[in-house]
């Protein structure tokens, strides 16, 4: 019994070193813990510091190149093409001709237009003259009859108011030689007055001579547009047809344009209108030229908006210098439209500033803890945006928290990238 208590004793004793072991890392992982709760906590930030330079806000968009003074040619009837004159591209001086049309179909329409017209201003004429010449010659015959009448019956009734005063004459005959001259008297009088037409056959005439009158204007019309000639100095930028080929009424013939001057139809959603003014400047660019910007003018604000696809916009119109003749109309461009700018400015990236409620504020490190700082904001663009004060430029503005403690006022910091 007595070895039996002695071995029991032993092993207790070897097993208390590890007991007190454990009691001991137990001890410090609690108090470890309990120092990495109640220390203070530093989050890990990245910072910035104002910078100043030029920030403007703008408009990106879209648009259409057009020419300010451009001319289009549409055949004025189907037909051949006969002659083509000039080249795509070719620069053309005011009145060269430039292409030629089939017009035989068109000169033979305008003969018999001026043959209408022709007859039509006969009648009209011999309407306000009582008649024509055949009606005319009748009518003078009838005179001429008339007048021998009368000389006759005056001298009838001459001879028988003498002869009455002699007693050789009846009163009876006398009375019958009276009547015959006051009958004609009035056949005489009737055809000297002039023939006068109703009001409806004077305006019946006038407008056939209206009618055949236009229609020599649009036949000669035709002809001219027949043969196709430059209105002004400018560059044939569009040719579509060839000679031989056919065209209908109405086809494009050609588009000619003084390239030096362009403007640009930009497409401005709805929201950003009231953001445009007249002489903001445009920056347009072109994928076709990687690199080169063009520079222009708004001339025109939207007066409406229309659907476009998917988009509510107004069209905006920009005058372009194209002086290099670079750019060409109706190719799709890019549009930026600097609606403020200032020069000088102190700003800070967009995503340093914060917003509560109707307040921008951003936070700046001091002693090595961020402070809040309301700020009043100026022009703003895609990825600056103006500070008018509530920080300098020796400031160090907190930009990005990489810790999952979100950046507050007084808490702990340490700086672990700063791109500025």
């Keep these: 019994m007595a070895n039996g208590t002695s071995s029991n004793n ?3 004793a070897v097993r208390r070193p590890w007991v007190t072991a454990l009691v001991i890392l137990l001890i410090i992982f609690v108090a470890g813990g309990a120092y990495l709760q109640l220390r203070p906590r530093r989050i890990r930030i990245s910072v910035v510091k104002p910078v100043r330079q030029e920030v403007f806000s703008s408009i990106t968009t879209n648009g259409k190149v057009e020419p300010i003074h451009g001319f289009e040619a549409h055949a004025p009837l189907a037909g051949t093409v006969q002659k083509v004159l000039v080249k795509e591209g070719a620069v053309v001086k005011a009145g060269q001709l430039l292409l030629v049309l089939d017009d035989t179909r068109a000169r033979g329409d305008l003969a018999t237009a001026l043959t209408r017209l022709k007859g039509a201003q006969e009648r009209y004429e011999n309407l306000l003259a009582g008649g024509d ?3 005319t010659l009748l009518r003078k015959n009838d005179l001429q009859k008339t007048t021998a009448e009368l000389d006759s019956a005056k001298r009838q009734l001459s001879a028988l108011e003498r002869l009455q005063q002699r007693g050789a004459a009846t009163a009876e005959e006398v009375a019958s030689a009276r009547d015959r001259l006051n009958r004609a008297q009035a056949d005489f009088t009737q055809l000297q007055s002039p023939v006068r037409y109703s009001p409806e056959q004077q305006a019946r005439a006038l407008s056939e001579v209206t009618d055949s009158r236009a229609n020599v204007d649009f036949n000669e019309q035709i002809v001219r547009n027949s043969n196709v000639r430059a209105p002004f100095n400018g560059t044939v ?5 060839r000679p031989g080929s056919w065209v209908n009424t109405g086809d494009l013939l050609l588009q000619e344009a003084d390239l030096s001057q362009l403007q640009v139809r ?3 959603d709805e929201p950003e209108i009231g953001r445009l003014a007249l002489g903001e400047a445009v920056r347009i660019t072109w994928d076709a030229l990687p690199g080169h910007t063009w520079q222009g ?6 007066s409406t908006v229309v659907n476009r696809g998917s988009r509510v916009v107004g069209d905006v119109f920009c005058t372009v210098d194209n002086s290099e003749r670079l750019l060409l109309p109706n190719v799709d461009v890019g549009a930026t439209i600097i609606a403020n700018s200032k020069q000088n400015a102190l700003t800070v990236p967009r995503e340093a500033v914060r917003v509560d409620g ?3 504020f951003v936070y700046i490190v001091q002693n090595e803890r961020l402070s809040r700082r309301d700020v009043k904001l100026g022009i703003s663009n895609l990825t600056r945006v103006e500070v008018l004060s509530g920080i300098s430029e020796s400031d160090i503005i907190a930009l990005q ?5 979100p950046m507050t006022e007084g808490v702990a910091t340490k700086i672990v990238e700063n791109p500025s």
Excluded: D, I, K
């Design 10 to 12: 032993s092993s207790g």
């Design 133 to 135: 010449r055949q009606q």
């Design 237 to 241: 930028y569009f040719l579509p047809v």
């Design 266 to 268: 930009a497409f401005v």
């Design 297 to 302: 003018t708004v001339t025109t604000l939207p």
């Design 358 to 360: 109707t307040r921008n």
């Design 401 to 405: 928290s990489f810790s999952p403690t």
